[in-house]
T-cell receptor, first 116, second 113 residues
Framework: QQQVKQSPQSLIVQKGGISIINCAYE??????FPWYQQFPGKGPALLIA?????SEKKEGRFTISFNKSAKQFSLHIMDSQPGDSATYFC???????????????FGKGTLLTVNP | DAGITQSPRHKVTETGTPVTLRCHQT?????MYWYRQDPGHGLRLIHY???????DKGEVSDGYSVSRSKTEDFLLTLESATSSQTSVYFC????????????FGPGTRLLVL
């Protein structure tokens, strides 16, 4: 059972455009939602993360929008650049008590290509 | 790279042979994880550790075992490698107080012939 569904699988955007990647989750106990960026041959690296007490978080050109009632969250990359070309993963985890041990459940990833 | 090294970085082995991958951290973090990454599947958790000698299974643990005898080292063993275990393996670490942020190593590319 896939607990985090990510779409699209791949995305091609022109330089300067907006890239949007969407994720939906099923487990309402999730309370931490990070996005990871991965370049070829490298390990994933944390890009930005959000908790459900806010509906939006922005860091530079990257914004997470969060809709708790719909159990969805999305990554927006404004003014997309060729250097943003990478694979992006959304993830979710449960914090706090219960022995979650900070395990992350990942979406399947989106390959973003930004054309010059 | 958050003080994480993985060894070997690349390995080719034959079906039926045992394989051990090593993850080493210099951060003294409590939590360590092993993932495999395959096209179309994203990152899937194999095993994780929440302290020395404290380990538990992830979602794809069949055919894998782990050991953690020291805080800094987390070993992943494929008891008898199969072609379906051809993958890229990533180690990650996190720590209480750092939130749920996981820091990933550079990965090990394993090919089982």
């Amino acid at each position: 059972q896939q607990q985090v569904k990510q779409s699209p699988q791949s995305l091609i955007v022109q330089k300067g455009g907006i890239s949007i990647i969407n994720c939906a989750y099923e487990n309402t106990a999730f309370d931490y939602f990070p996005w990871y960026q991965q370049f070829p041959g490298k390990g994933p690296a944390l890009l930005i993360a959000i908790r459900p007490d806010v509906s939006e978080k922005k860091e530079g050109r990257f914004t997470i929008s969060f809709n708790k009632s719909a159990k969805q969250f999305s990554l927006h990359i404004m003014d997309s650049q060729p250097g943003d070309s990478a694979t992006y993963f959304c993830a979710a985890s449960m914090s706090g008590s219960g022995g979650s041990n900070y395990k992350l459940t990942f979406g399947k990833g989106t390959l973003l290509t930004v054309n010059p | 790279d958050a003080g994480i090294t993985q060894s070997p970085r690349h390995k080719v082995t034959e079906t039926g042979t045992p394989v051990t991958l090593r993850c080493h951290q210099t951060e003294n973090h409590r939590y360590m994880y092993w993932y495999r990454q395959d096209p179309g599947h994203g990152l899937r958790l194999i095993h994780y550790s929440y302290g020395v000698k404290d380990t538990d299974k992830g979602e794809v643990s069949d055919g894998y075992s782990v050991s953690r005898s020291k805080t800094e080292d987390f070993l992943l063993t494929l008891e008898s490698a199969t072609s379906s275990q051809t993958s890229v393996y990533f180690c990650a670490i996190s720590y209480p107080g750092g939130g749920e942020t996981q820091y990933f190593g550079p990965g090990t590319r394993l090919l089982v012939l």
